[in-house]
């Protein structure tokens, strides 16, 4: 007995040391990032925690809402970084969770990209610098949809593809904006009536039996490998990543950025608005905006770069489509409209109602 | 004839539960050992995976803070647990069975409606004080208020199967409440200490809903960096940690179920 209660209590003091000496070592300068998970090469962190003597902390999220709770329960006092996608930066400045940029600490601002440089969703950069981008298009087997599949049809129209199982994004915004287009109303479209007619689009197609469910774009590149699928809905960068880690199994599959139009997104670099060392937070933001780390970022995430600089030193896989998309592929991507106020509660509705019936 | 046709295939059943049980976890074990990342077909015996984990310093420090939190919330719990069983036990004649319900109610409570409200509670004491930010000490809080309740239970009904009169035996040979205590009450609940620890240490280690919501950026755990990673698609890697953190479930539940097992053997032998 005595020996088990000294064994306990031993445990216990070790324990709470250690949990001392961890947030002893807290004490030195950290930077914390709130991150979506392998969006980051581990060598570009090591290179700025020795080249500034920090530390850094990382911490993923698996959803945009999902970090934008996280940073109204308190979080946005403990993070220093966040990178939300385009659509939710207006959100997080509307909700005052964000800081301005300091630009005159920002001086690699000026390698982004001139289209990057100015966007819709954070005019003058005041808050947000692009941090990568990338488009989600059409996923699909060539070896039974067709070597050149490029339209939406092969999931909207009911009779072009009556057998082979396809899956859409869970994110109803895209879901959605990829119907509009199909409709002819074009990806961006927020109109109510031409919202309710792709709704309605969507909800036909998912009672279709060959619909087999909603899932996030990375699984469903998974999922087409295994042939639990045979046409989705999923992301340049990744498609790219998984065709050259595994070539066989990718070979029939393809990407394509359909006729009808698809997405075009950028992750951006924020400061939560208390971010606890936001000084330290601009040096970090400055350090992935010069032109050698983007263009080793870009290398290892196999997505775009926003970074005009670092272009020549991505690799050659980088710079071809689909990573690079072509001039007319680009004119037709289209960013996610940002909604507020009613007309976020309007699409709710229409999402919350689609995905239940 | 009849009978044993019936018992035949209710057998059946239990083969089923077992399946359903085990198939998917074999899955994973398996799969980690994979030399390839792929799950169309096993290509082959590897520990590559395993080494991988060893190298990334994102999964060590999640280890590492599972461990802590794991390890110190238990032994608290067990503590507090013990002298909460005890306590039920020892004012029993008071009629306050009703309170054990109090005690009951987090348990039965959704873990997400509890995590929800603890991370609220937090967060506000925070915001008024300046203290209990998010980190592995609100961690430890919270776990220990969800390990409690099982601890007590367990020490509770180890002490309604004593004999009651041990404890005037106790009292007859003149023991002072600490030598009662020290010499008593603790050597017999010794079992039921231990492996109200290890039942602890089970229900720290695989719970991420309570963690997810209590937890800062500085204590993530395995249970929240694997909820984390699986956006990318479930990679060989998280395979493996689910295979040790299923090793670990395991080992802790046998101990605690072997020494549930063997005390009334031993304690027969002892007394």
Known sequence: MRTMIRSLAMSMLLTLGLAAGTSAMAQEKTLYIFNWSQYMDPEIIEAFEQKHDVKIVRNFYNSLPEMFSKLRAGGDSQYDIIVPSNYFVPRLIETGLVQKLDHSKIPNLDNLHPKFRDPSFDPGNQYSAAFQWGTTGLIYNKETLGEHSDTWGIMFDPKANTKYPFAMIGDGQVTMGMACAYLGFGYRCTDREQWKKAAKLVLETKKRENFSGFNDGTPQLQQIAQGVIHAGMSYNGDYVFFKSEDPEAYEDIGFSIPKEGAEIWVDNMMIPANAPNPDLAHTFINYILDAEVGAQLSNWTYYSSPNKAALPMLDEVLQQPPSTPTDAELKRSHFTPSLSGEDLQVFQQLWTEVQSR | MKRSRLNRSLQVFWYLALLFLYAPLAIVVTFSFNSTNTYAKFSGFSLRWYEKLLENEIILNAFYNSAVLAITSSALATVFGTALGYGIYRYRHLQLGWLIWIIYLPIVMPDIVYGIS???????????????????????????????????????????????????????LYARPWQRAWYFVLPTLRAALISAFFLSFTLSIDDFVISFFTAGPESTTLPIFIWSAIKKGITPEINAISTLLIVTVFTAAAISFAIQRARPAQSRSSQ
Request: glycine share 6%.
């Open chain 2, 118 to 172: 603890q991370m609220t509670f937090f967060v506000g004491v925070h915001q008024l004080t300046g203290f209990l930010q998010p980190d592995l000490g609100t961690m430890i809080i919270a776990h220990i208020s969800f390990q409690v309740p099982f601890v007590a239970l367990l020490i509770y009904s180890r002490l309604v199967q004593m004999d009651p009169l041990l404890f005037e035996a106790t009292q007859d």
